[in-house]
């Protein structure tokens, strides 16, 4: 299945699939520089068990090496993903920095 990357001015996603049968993952800006937000990943039911999913985490991962950039892994999916493979992704991954809170 081939996997697209769809622009959207601040931010994208990658996609497999058309219609309803369409998986993605998301991502945008992160307030770090140079860097992007991976923030949800989605595969329909009659889609899963493929592995789709990593392999959309694999294409944003392989743009975002391209472009210079490191990510942030903010789904619960890619950051799980991430801690399993740390040999894959610790050269790549960051973590988006808390604000200030109150005391």
Do not use: W
């Amino acid at each position: 299945m081939d996997i697209v990357r769809e622009d959207r001015g601040r931010g994208g996603r990658f996609i497999a699939g058309e219609g309803e049968n369409q998986a993605e993952m998301t991502y945008s800006p992160a307030g770090l520089q140079d860097a992007l937000v991976f923030d949800h990943t989605f595969v329909p039911e009659s889609l899963r068990g493929q592995g789709i999913a990593e392999k959309l985490v694999e294409a944003g991962v392989t743009y975002a090496r391209a472009q210079g950039l490191k990510v942030v892994p903010a789904c619960s999916y890619v950051r799980r993903l991430f801690e399993r493979h740390p040999e894959r992704y610790a050269d790549i991954s960051v973590r988006e920095k808390k604000p200030f809170g109150r005391i």
